[in-house]
């Protein structure tokens, strides 16, 4: 129903429109097809599409993106502007009246952009609203949303707009005041999308070169292709600069997690998240990933771009080793969230899967025999270099002066990844994980032989439903979006193709049934 009004609104302009004589006007701006109590209900209607699962429901989604995105613009709802309520006499009711109606403009049109950086983590989507589109405040806190008094609206205590916000986050190193829960979602967001844009930026050779008049080899540029770690230091500087302000989000949102008395709020799945999408090369996974069937059955595919992507997956777990274990605790952080904290956000099914591949990709890459009670064999005797962080806390140029590898031992040799662990334990396994076994609930260390299986045989067991606690909300924990069958589905694959145990370290491996053998091994 929702999607053929919105149809029917896009597809049947006003009778006059076909007389008018269009006249330039230095600006184009798409006319207003629908209003916002449409445009509201179009963006439930494209959560439910996209995350159904049905793929002729998706494919309508990433059409109906299209035209969401399109009335959001014309409406103007990502460059409002408050009004002063103060210099206005209207009565109070009116006054309270108008600043709901603003708020519900703000919140419609973040929330478009949110979903628009969500299309593009999740589903490899390109994004339709650049950052720098988004220059309206943010959401005011959730208690004043729900709750408007004239002295809270005219009070001086109010969010900062997007680009103040990320400037306060990144430059000033603290968190802008007076947000609420939802504010700090679209931080994330905005975190992870400033970053992509940066990359991209510097991923282009051009940007790497001083504008001048003379003739110049273009062999002298650097090359700039994507790698892992990133090959440029100003690209290894941002991701850096990425996780403090993603770090200083988690500090804010651990106090509120005390003052819940552990209690964990979806904000804290989100920020773990976040980690995956930034540290890991998560399109590559999802590339390899699906591929599994398809291998399986000898159908075709593009055997080059395969082998790239296994390629950049050996190079994330070898090369970029340090962000690569940092990566294996946010995903074993979402997997304990979603036992004990789901509260079936629509968000819960990729995250899942998305930790679920990371942790097995790792796996795959280091899977061996390992002796219980000795320390596992170091992949790599690299330091880290200047551009790569390890921990929150290093200079100017990025380097943490605890990153440097050694001879030095941990003082445990085991950490579990899905249980609580604290920030010191989190930043010894950081830069000893290769002198320790990290273990996982009904997997063990998860570079044993036969542990990638375990890992996607815990994944599909908790994409199903099972080993849930109860939500909070009184429902039932069993999945609720039909997306998570679709990404079962993929796990399914992989734990068909792949044995039971692993071939023992130091002989050939043999094809695991994905092709791993073929460029993650080299």
């Known amino acids: 129903m929702v999607n053929a009004h919105m149809v029917f609104c896009i597809s049947s302009p006003p009778q006059h429109d076909y007389e008018l004589l269009w006249r330039p006007s230095g600006q184009t701006s798409a006319s207003v097809r629908f209003g916002l109590p449409t445009l509201q209900a179009s963006i439930l209607n494209l959560i439910w599409m996209v995350q159904s699962g049905r793929e002729n429901l998706v494919h309508r989604a990433m059409a109906d993106r299209h035209h969401i995105v399109e009335q959001c613009k014309a409406l103007n709802l990502l460059s409002m502007r408050e009004p002063d309520s103060k210099i206005d006499n209207s009565p109070t009711e009116l006054l309270v009246e108008r600043w709901s109606d603003f708020q519900t403009k703000i919140r419609t049109g973040m929330m478009t952009w949110l979903l628009d950086c969500i299309f593009v983590f999740e589903f490899n989507c390109q994004p339709l609203i650049q950052l720098t589109d988004v220059s309206s405040p943010l959401p005011c806190t959730e208690h004043l949303w729900e709750t408007p008094s004239l002295e809270g609206i005219n009070s001086k205590n109010k969010p900062n707009p997007m680009p103040e916000a990320i400037e306060i986050l990144y430059m000033e190193k603290r968190i802008p005041p007076h947000l609420g829960e939802f504010g700090y979602l679209l931080l994330i967001y905005a975190i992870l999308a400033r970053t992509s844009e940066a990359m991209t930026q510097y991923q282009t050779r051009l940007s790497n ?161 390992v002796h219980q009670q000795e320390p596992r064999a170091q992949p790599s005797n690299r330091a880290p270099d200047s551009s790569e962080r390890v921990d929150s806390a290093h200079t100017e140029d990025g380097v943490s002066t605890a990153g440097v590898e050694s001879d030095e031992d941990p003082e445990l040799y085991f950490i579990y990844l899905d249980r609580p662990c604290d920030d010191e334990m989190v930043q010894t396994y950081v830069r000893l994980g290769h002198k320790m076994s990290a273990n996982l609930l009904h997997v063990g260390n998860i570079c044993n032989v036969g542990a990638p299986r375990k890992i996607l045989q815990e994944g599909l067991r908790l994409l199903s439903g099972k080993g849930r606690r109860m939500s909070r909300l009184g429902q039932s924990p069993a999945n609720r979006w039909g997306i998570g069958n679709s990404f079962g589905a993929i796990l399914e694959s992989l734990i068909q193709a792949t044995p039971v145990e692993c071939v023992p370290s130091g002989e050939r491996r043999k094809d695991m049934g994905h092709g791993l053998d073929e460029s993650i091994y080299g």
Request: glycine residues 4%; contains cysteine.
């Open 209 to 369: 070169w001083v504008p001048n008049a003379r003739i110049e080899s273009r062999s002298s540029l650097q090359s700039v292709a994507e790698t892992w770690p990133p090959a440029l230091p100003i690209m290894s500087k941002w991701r850096n600069s990425a996780c403090d302000c993603l770090d200083i989000l988690h500090w804010y949102a651990n106090g509120t997690v005390a003052r819940a008395g552990g209690l964990e709020h979806p904000t804290i799945l989100h920020l773990h998240l976040s980690r995956l999408l930034l540290l890991t090369p998560i399109k590559h996974m999802q590339y390899v990933a699906a591929l599994s069937d398809v291998r399986s059955t000898g159908g075709s595919f593009d055997r080059i771009k395969y082998k790239e992507a296994c390629s950049h997956l050996r190079k994330w777990v070898v090369a970029d080793q340090f962000k690569a274990r940092l990566s294996l605790v946010h995903a074993g952080d979402i997997l304990w969230y979603i036992r004990r904290y789901s509260v079936n956000d629509f968000m819960e099914p990729f995250a899942v899967y998305a930790a679920t591949l990371c942790l097995w990709v790792y796996s795959v890459s280091t899977a061996s025999t």
